[in-house]
């Protein structure tokens, strides 16, 4: 079978080769083997091949957050899968034709989902999701004011809040995203600039906007927490420009502007089993209806890796880049 390998750390396309390995064999009690069917290219997994993500084993190592998978043999005692289901992986290592996981790994998720939106669905949506509902309890007709609003968290971000009777406002790099924005839910639309926080303030017509959410930091961090309201909160959940998020003394001393941090995994660590199972048949549930479909601008066979790692860098995409290990998926 064949796996990403990463000999040593650098830039994702130099260092990310597809080689053969030896199969993961057959599963022991309490596991599962599946065949990885598709898996996105993040920014966090981009971090991961340059050795700069939290998270740094030793060489050699296989990237992969996530992906989704099609259960091909189980183990003794497994009985929340079976051969023929599909599963989202809570484990990392995804970018490989098949992987061995425990059960407990697996979340099964309905069988008429898209793949390539599924393959998707582990990270982002519930980073979304719960960035909205665990930082602020915000009330239906309040204001949330994010940045990145075109990514594949921006848009779930658009649409969950729209689904809550909350209002977006959007901080984009380019008007030419608008329309597509507000198709899908944005109340209001800006492209980044100096002058955001007086430009944010005529587009929610002066209401109080009490949650941020940042993943560009930098100075965009900054401008973020110029617009929110006295006491509102400025969440940094990533850094799309390698910076760290810069909070204007003022906003924090005089206005009590409070920055938080948030990780998908501390906060779903928070919760049982059966309600991180909930969350994901939620979140399913808006594909399965067609209600979101994040763009993928291309899906590539995973002997194309250097080109799909070059293709995930570059700014403007029309979308997420895909890697279906096992042949094309829809
Ligand atoms: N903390 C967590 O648990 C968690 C979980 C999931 C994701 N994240 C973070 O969420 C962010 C979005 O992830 P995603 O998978 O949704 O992204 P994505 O779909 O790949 O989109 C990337 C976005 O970043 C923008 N961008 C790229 N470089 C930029 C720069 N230098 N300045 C400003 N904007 C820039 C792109 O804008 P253009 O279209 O203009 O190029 C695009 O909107 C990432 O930072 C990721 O690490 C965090």
């Known amino acids: ?66 992906c989704v998978g099609r259960i091909a043999a189980v183990g003794l005692g497994v009985q929340a899968v079976a051969p023929g289901d599909l599963v989202i992986n809570l484990q990392r290592e995804n970018w490989a034709q098949r992987r061995r996981v425990r059960e407990a790994d697996v979340v099964r998720v309905p069988q008429g989902l ?13 980073t979304a999701l719960l960035m909205i509902t665990d930082l602020v309890a915000l009330e239906p007709g309040q204001w949330l004011l994010q940045n990145v609003a075109n990514s ?27 329309d597509e924005l507000r198709t899908l839910g944005a109340d209001a639309c800006l492209v980044d600039g100096p002058d955001l926080a007086q430009r944010a ?7 109080a906007i009490r949650l941020a959410l940042d993943a560009v930091a930098g100075q965009a961090t900054a401008r973020l927490a110029d617009c929110v309201a006295d006491g509102g909160v400025v969440c940094s959940y990533g850094s799309m420009t390698g910076e760290d998020p810069v909070m204007p ?29 909930r969350i994901y048949a939620d979140l399913a549930g808006y594909l399965l209806r067609g209600e979101l479909q994040a763009p993928v601008a291309q899906v590539y066979p995973i002997e194309e890796i250097g080109e799909a790692l ?10 997420k880049i895909l890697v279906a290990p096992n042949g094309p998926v829809a």
């Open 1 to 66: 079978m064949k796996k990403i390998l990463l000999e040593r750390y650098g830039e994702p396309h130099e260092v990310a080769r597809c080689v053969d390995v030896p199969d993961v064999g057959a599963p022991g009690a309490g596991e599962v083997v599946f065949d990885v069917l598709a898996f996105p290219i993040n920014p966090a997994d981009l971090w991961f091949c340059r050795g700069h993500y939290r998270l740094k084993p030793p060489l050699p190592a296989t990237p992969g957050a996530e």
């Open 114 to 126: 898209p793949l390539q939106q599924a393959a998707m669905l582990r990270i982002n949506p519930p």
């Open 152 to 178: 594949a968290v921006g848009r779930w971000v658009i649409r969950l809040a729209r689904a809550r009777d909350l209002k977006t406002l959007n901080v984009v790099r380019r008007e030419s995203l608008f």
């Open 201 to 207: 303030q005529q587009a929610v017509g002066g209401a």
């Open 249 to 277: 003394r003022g906003a924090l001393i005089y206005r009590g502007v409070r920055l938080e941090g948030f990780m998908l995994g501390r906060f779903l660590e928070r919760r049982s089993r059966d309600e991180v199972e």
């Open 310 to 319: 070059r293709h995930a860098q570059r700014g403007e995409r029309g979308g």
